[in-house]
């Protein structure tokens, strides 16, 4: 599990400065092990011990004991907001669907606390290879979105009053001024903005970012949480300067230059394209935003921190992460829930009316080069039941053939059918 991380043996500066008085100190050197490191150190030295025979070999059925000062406050107890039965079953779905690269995150949708985090390809902590970027938490690592970046297209059209779900649009197939296609070239016909956004119409949401400028689309971006760092942090907190579970977050992007006039590149970036890069973390927080009216909950993975004694040194209760630009209506908000319900019942979706809840989402292929082929993202984003939703959830499939079945649709599934299950449904 990435998010957990793993030890190192510490470097030399490193074993000196260390305050176990470890004879070969380790050290944490990825995701939660390194972040809180400070916090699980222990104090004074500490040894691990086991009988061995006389060439130095541990004996049969011997157990390793462990020799440390008798502190009744260490060493701390670290208490994450991670499901571990849901992340072990996910883990299990994900291998079993074929998912080579890729991620899930499932967060709750009342508080934005990540209930699970799944990265693939997984990682043996005993062989880390660092030129195959197993270690690599891809649930943090920004990728190219494609269609799913419609959401932010669709807020800041519908914020800046250019739009409505029900205005007429017609899709011929092509889109001439950029060489734009939808649908194979065969079009979608006369319909509306809702029902554009329910198929995922190229047509409707390029006319859409004609009418935008560069700073309205990052602007509903940066109010949606994306283009930005979202995780939970706190100054000041447990002896540290900043307390950053998260650490290697990357805050992907929306455009990468200054805001451009240029009618193509806003083209390009409504249809999550050109320069976007989003994290499955954001995408799933996207979702918990828009259930919450538009207000953006930093994503927790840390809730708790105690002594050895059982007692509590720190409560660390979620918090907010607002925009400087601000954040979107309520009334924008509900459109949007609205539409990603439509897009199960009537678009690109379909396939999880089967499903045992009722969902709402949206789905997203995005066309990316991998040593000079070219593959595809697939995404499905949603939230779950659509009636009373408890969870939000986003998937991603990394670096697959053009033209294959769109796994990410079908893992989400599989992922509600699984919460259902765990919830009693």
């Known amino acids: 599990r990435q998010w957990l991380g793993y030890l190192s043996e510490a470097k030399a500066a490193e074993a000196k400065e260390s305050p176990t008085g470890l004879r070969v100190p380790w050290t944490g050197t990825a995701g939660l ?12 030295h500490t040894e691990a011990y086991a009988q061995v025979d006389a060439r ?20 701390l107890s670290l208490y994450t907001t991670i499901d571990k039965k849901l992340q072990e079953n996910i883990e299990k779905l994900a291998v079993k669907s074929g998912v080579k690269e890729g991620a899930v995150v499932v967060l709750d949708a009342a508080t934005g606390d990540i209930e699970a985090m799944v990265s693939l390809p997984f990682y043996n902590p005993a062989q880390i290879s660092p030129e195959g970027g197993e270690w690599n938490n891809r649930a943090l690592q920004a990728a190219v979105p494609g269609s799913i970046f419609k959401i932010v297209t669709a807020a800041a059209a ?11 649009f017609y899709c011929s197939g092509h889109y001439g001024k ?20 329910a198929v995922s119409c190229n047509t409707v949401f390029a006319s859409l970012a004609e009418r935008l400028s560069g700073a309205q689309l990052q602007s509903a971006a940066l109010a949606l949480g994306l283009g930005r760092d979202i995780s939970w942090q ?23 230059t200054l805001l ?47 002594f050895a004694n059982g007692q509590t040194l720190k409560e660390l209760p979620g918090h907010l992460a607002p925009s400087p630009q601000g954040r ?27 499903t045992k809840w009722p969902l709402a989402g949206k789905s997203g292929t995005a066309q990316t080069w991998v040593k000079g082929m070219p593959r595809n993202n697939q995404w499905f984003i949603g939230y779950g039941p659509a009636g009373h939703p408890g969870f939000a959830v986003s998937v991603l499939v990394e670096n697959v053939a053009p ?13 509600f059918d699984l919460l259902a299950e765990s919830s009693g449904a």
């Open 33 to 44: 092990e390194r972040t809180l490191e400070p916090l699980m150190q222990g104090v004074g």
């Open 56 to 75: 130095g070999s541990r004996l049969p059925d011997s157990p390793i004991k462990v020799r440390a000062p008798g502190n009744p406050y260490y060493p």
């Open 158 to 168: 519908l914020e800046a009053g250019v739009t409505s779900p029900e205005e007429k």
């Open 178 to 197: 950029y060489g734009l296609s939808c649908l194979n070239g065969t079009g979608h016909g006369s319909l509306t903005m809702a029902q554009g956004f």
């Open 234 to 256: 706190a100054e000041n907190t447990l002896g540290l300067p900043l307390l950053r579970p998260l650490s290697g977050e990357q805050p992907g992007a929306i455009f990468t």
């Open 260 to 306: 451009p006039d240029d009618g193509g590149a806003r083209v390009q970036t409504a249809i999550g394209q050109r320069d976007v890069r989003v994290t499955p973390l954001q995408a799933a927080n996207l979702l918990v935003t828009l259930l919450h009216g538009g207000e953006v909950h930093a994503p927790r993975i840390l809730q708790r921190v105690a």
């Open 328 to 354: 979107i209506s309520p009334p924008t908000a509900h459109v949007l829930l609205s539409l990603l319900r439509k897009v199960v019942t009537a678009g690109t979706g379909k396939s999880l009316q089967g």
């Open 403 to 415: 033209g294959s079945p769109h796994a990410a649709t079908r893992l989400f599934g599989q992922v």
